[in-house]
């Protein structure tokens, strides 16, 4: 039987968490002739030989290396090497359920030729600021996707592509060079050319990456940088207006009633004061690219509102990063529109 998947997991210095992602797809409940993981290499220090060797056998698994050049770069460079006509993009901190790749393909046998993707199960409940980013993309994912229907927004860590559409359209914007937004323009420039875009509940993984107060507000202050390079360019591109998002954040409150709704009440209070957090820092973010231009995106955050946030974004070290990401970047998903 012929390769149906390619599965790219781009990854810079985390070889532990790595070594857990390669485990699970080696896990899989589907055909080891119809897969292969291609891992990414970002420039990391760290040596992966050695951690790919470990499931030789398992799964057919090959490992490729690249200057630093940041999450989207890297997850072209694996698209680009990749055999099969299905792209399918994970991050070293997820953990595919064992039937992932055959519900995916069984949908993908229904749309040959759409951009689909799944849900994410937060592996760490007991972590307030894990299980505020996963309220947080649930109510992106229920404002924006329909389950087994017309959506919009799939994040990178569980998403699934027609190689050679995904290569025609250009891949993952190169422009982006920290995580934040390439995802979510990706998805935009594929519908804007046509394409269509499905929401598959039922192609879950679990995400597990601790998080502090420092490095959970770098993470939306990007999110926010990277929103405001998203909606400038899609302005230009005339791929859309920010209006098209508006809804969102009018019916945020209807949102976060629902998403906390399903947290038992001890979580919920933990949750509360850091989506106050997330939002702040999200705008600041937004307000600090916005005054400082698309061409500052490689300085580090400071002026306007993100000298508010400054202290805690410089003050707590943040652990090494998933997703073949760049030492300021990240491996989550675009969860804030802006």
Do not use: K
């Not at 968490?17 to 993981?37: I, K, N, T």
């Not at 009633?257 to 939002?279: C, F």
């Not at 600090?288 to 202290?311: F, I, K, N, S």
């Amino acid at each position: 039987m012929s390769l149906r998947f390619s599965v790219v997991v781009p990854t810079y210095n985390r070889p532990d968490q790595l070594r857990g992602c390669l485990g699970a797809l080696a896990d899989l409940d589907y055909p080891r002739e119809r897969f292969e993981v291609i891992v990414v290499d970002d420039g990391g220090a760290a040596d992966l030989t050695p951690v790919v060797d470990e499931v030789a056998g398992r799964v057919q698994a090959r490992l490729i290396r690249q200057e630093n050049a940041g999450p989207g770069p890297a997850r072209n460079s694996g698209a680009a090497a990749a055999r099969a006509p299905y792209v399918v993009f994970t991050d070293d901190d997820c953990r595919p359920r064992r039937d992932w790749l055959a519900v995916l393909d069984a949908r993908l046998s229904e749309h040959p030729d759409a951009l689909i993707g799944g849900p994410t199960e937060n592996l760490l409940p007991d972590d307030p600021f894990a299980t505020t980013w996963q309220t947080i993309i649930e109510m992106v994912y229920d404002y924006f996707n329909e389950p087994n229907g017309p959506s919009s927004l799939i994040a990178s860590n569980n998403m699934a592509v027609p190689r050679a559409t995904f290569l025609a359209l250009g891949g993952f914007d190169l422009r982006y060079r920290w995580a934040g937004a390439e995802d979510r323009e990706l998805c935009a420039r594929w519908i804007h050319e046509g394409g269509r875009i499905i929401f598959v509940p039922e192609a879950r993984l679990g995400h597990g990456h601790p998080m502090t107060i420092g490095s959970f507000c770098r993470l939306y202050f990007r999110y926010g940088r990277g929103a405001y390079l998203y909606h400038r360019r899609r302005g230009a591109d005339h791929a859309g207006t920010f209006s098209t998002d508006i809804g969102f954040h009018l019916n945020l409150v209807s949102l976060l009633r629902h998403a906390l709704g399903l947290l038992p009440p001890r979580r919920r209070v933990a949750v509360v004061p850091l989506l106050g957090v997330w939002q702040l820092a999200n705008l600041a973010g937004f307000c600090y690219q916005a005054v400082t231009g698309v061409g500052a995106a490689e300085r580090q955050p400071a002026p306007v509102l993100g000298a508010a946030l400054e202290p805690v974004l410089s003050a707590t070290p943040e652990p090494p990063l998933a997703s073949g990401s760049r030492p300021e970047g990240t491996s989550r998903p675009d969860a804030m529109p802006g």
